[in-house]
């Protein structure tokens, strides 16, 4: 059987997606990554970037109030009974996250615990290889594969992963290594602020660690980081390198002033890198256009059509500049429309 339409990726673009084309009667078949340690290395575990957060304040429908009731009937129970309890200020990242899937399943979304790992463009239909090692054919492909943490490239970076160095600080702070102890978070956007706030409720103090004498991060959450006494920013500043030993795992971090080069030792229990994406574009293999940072290249304005027609990209894969749940769900429903339509104009209903 050839199926109309392949999503690959479980974030607000992939589900979004989903509903759309479910919603169309397209039975989309929705793949939403493996539970492997690479994955969850790399932060590209199901149900996407925002299940890695703590409360989400800024998607439009969620204000502070209690969802517990709402939660409990509106999630399948197997899953419900897995959730951290809800905090009662707001949506949490993973609650939206199964709320979305759940709409999915509910239009009658399939979805496969597996992994693209490779796809054949060059053929109609197109074929799509599984990590677990079985192939699919599709008449079209919605890639909304999200994007996944950069680490610095220090060889004693990679030396602590696991034993002190994250780029996770709600999947990792809570861990008894990082409790009482100085830790070090470095960038200076958004995910640099909240993942300082989130980890002042574990640590001693916080440094950020951050190239420049300004953030990029959004004004609210700047402000709420500059505001409080438990962060400590060193402006101007790279990691030179990781400190620790193979007992303790991370013990410090060398740093220095980039402009005038002086070195500082600060001792930390450890590391939170909060520098930026990169999109899970490498299974594509070059047969999607895409820039010079690996984001997928959109063909035409106002559509989410790539370089090859019946492949549509959504959310953050194809997007370097907004990288928003809300945005990345808005071209979820686009790139649904766009294969819907397509897919009609091809008989394939
Ligand atoms: P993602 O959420 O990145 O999901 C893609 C998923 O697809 C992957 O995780 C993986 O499970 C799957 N996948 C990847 N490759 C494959 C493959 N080859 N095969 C199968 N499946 C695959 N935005 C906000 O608007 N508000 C916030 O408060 C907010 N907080 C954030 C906090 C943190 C810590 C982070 C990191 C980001 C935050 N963002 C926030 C940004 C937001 O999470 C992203 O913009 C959004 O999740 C992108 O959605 P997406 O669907 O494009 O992809
Ligand atoms: P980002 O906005 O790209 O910020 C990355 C930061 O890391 C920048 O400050 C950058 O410095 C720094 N950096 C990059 N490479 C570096 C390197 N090699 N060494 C040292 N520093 C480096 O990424 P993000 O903070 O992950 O945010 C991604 C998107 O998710 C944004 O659109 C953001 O708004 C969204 N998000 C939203 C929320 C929220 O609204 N609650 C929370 C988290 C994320 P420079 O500034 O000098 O370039």
Redesign the pocket.
């Known amino acids: 059987m050839t199926e109309r339409v392949v999503i ?9 997606a989903a509903i759309y084309a479910a919603r169309a009667n397209l039975t989309p078949l929705l ?4 539970m492997t340690q690479e ?1 969850y290395q790399n ?17 439009a429908g969620f204000p502070a109030g209690n969802l517990s009731q709402f939660l409990d009937t509106a999630i399948a129970p197997d899953r419900r009974k897995t959730m951290a309890p809800h905090g009662g200020h707001g949506v949490s ?1 993973p609650e939206l ?1 199964e709320l979305m899937k759940q709409q999915a399943l509910n239009f009658g979304t399939r979805v496969e615990t ?4 490779n796809v054949d463009l060059s053929k109609r239909p197109f074929v799509l290889t ?2 677990s090692g079985t192939t699919v054919e599709a008449h079209s492909i919605i890639v ?6 950069n680490y610095l490239g220090l060889e004693s970076e990679d030396k602590y992963k696991n034993q002190g160095v994250s780029a ?3 999947c990792d702070g809570a861990l008894p290594r990082f409790r009482n102890k100085p830790l070090v978070v470095v960038g200076g956007g ?2 640099a602020m ?2 300082a706030s989130y980890l002042t409720k574990f640590a001693s103090t916080v440094y950020i660690i951050h190239r420049r004498d300004e953030f990029r991060a959004s004004k609210i959450m700047a402000t709420r980081v500059l505001e409080n006494p438990k962060i400590n920013v060193k402006w101007f500043s790279k990691v030179e390198e990781v400190l620790g030993d193979e007992k303790a795992g991370v013990t410090g971090v060398r740093i220095s002033n980039v402009k005038s080069g002086e070195t500082e030792v600060l001792e930390a229990g450890g590391m939170f890198c ?1 520098i930026g ?1 990169t999109p ?1 574009t ?2 594509l293999k070059g047969q999607v256009q895409t820039d010079d940072k690996g984001y997928v290249v959109y063909t035409e304005p106002f559509r989410t059509n790539t370089s090859v027609e019946g492949v549509f990209a ?6 370097s500049y ?8 808005g ?2 429903c686009m790139a649904a429309l766009d294969a819907e339509r397509w897919l009609a104009a091809q008989g394939h209903h």
């Not at 793949?31 to 493996?34: D, M, Q, R, S």
């Open positions: 690959i990726g479980s974030g607000p673009a992939g589900w979004s793949f939403e990554g493996a994955n932060g590209t575990l199901p149900l996407g970037q925002l299940n890695l957060t703590t409360e989400v304040e800024n998607f990242g996250m597996d992994d693209i790992v599984t990590l909304a594969t999200g994007a996944r943490a996770c600080a709600v958004d995910s909240e993942e909060a994406h899970n490498a299974f959504a959310g953050d894969v194809a997007d907004y990288r928003q749940a809300i945005t990345s769900a071209t979820g």
